[in-house]
Nanobody, 120 residues
């Protein structure tokens, strides 16, 4: 079983920065895209950013130029650097990935989420 654990959330003032990390643990042979999603109260979950195994990123229009996604394949870790944060970025941020376990079984895993609050 593959587990994802996020860290790095918290309370920050508008214009501030946070860096989220998500580590995948367990028997992992290969992961495909890794992504960060967020869900604000009363809203649907939305994709914030994703990155392919080869390092190609994709961003939601609302975060382009402010957020940067990266990954360390050797550590099965994905990062989200968030700069120029706005109150509208307040949400629970969760990471997701899928791939093959060491036993060559498909997996599809979500983290438990980390709260990001942007407020003065």
């Amino acid at each position: 079983q593959v587990q994802l654990v996020e860290s790095g959330g918290g309370l920050v003032r508008p214009g501030g920065s946070l860096r989220l990390s998500c580590v995948a643990s367990g028997s992992i042979f290969r992961t495909a895209d890794m992504g960060w999603y967020r869900q604000a109260p009363g809203k649907q979950r939305e994709l914030v950013a994703s990155i392919t195994s080869g390092g190609r990123p994709h961003y939601a229009d609302s975060v382009k130029g402010r957020f940067t996604i990266s990954r360390d394949n050797a550590k099965n870790t994905v990062y989200l650097q968030m700069n120029s944060l706005e109150p509208e970025d307040t949400a629970v941020y969760s990471c997701h990935t899928a791939g093959l376990t060491g036993g060559f079984r498909d997996f599809d895993s979500w983290g438990q989420g980390t709260q990001v609050t942007v407020s003065s």
